[in-house]
């Protein structure tokens, strides 16, 4: 799987993209972030596939995901999918 990560969150990765073999029974988009030493608090949600998830959507196989930060603006959050709770 193809991993990237937008905005204030690239600095974060050592490389960006960067390629990764996720554990057949697949992993949350929380429990990846964490095992990449991400701030939970700083990621909106995760784009799998060119579709936005929020981050306990399961991953089980996909091509390409990234780290969404907070911040994105306004026209692009609707051009993405991109929602947040409560709205």
Do not use: N
Not at 48 to 59: F, W
Request: aromatic share 6%; hydrophobic share 35%.
């Amino acid at each position: 799987m193809e991993i990237r990560a937008f905005g204030p969150l690239r600095k974060l990765l050592e490389e960006s993209p960067f390629h990764i073999e996720i554990p057949k029974q697949g992993v949350t988009g929380r429990e990846l972030a964490e095992m990449l030493g991400m701030p939970l608090d700083e990621i909106e949600c995760i784009m799998v596939d060119g579709r936005a998830q929020d981050l306990d959507y399961k991953i089980t196989c996909c091509q390409r995901l990234a780290f969404v930060p907070y911040g994105t603006p306004g026209p692009y959050r609707l051009i993405l999918g991109i929602k947040r709770q409560g709205r």
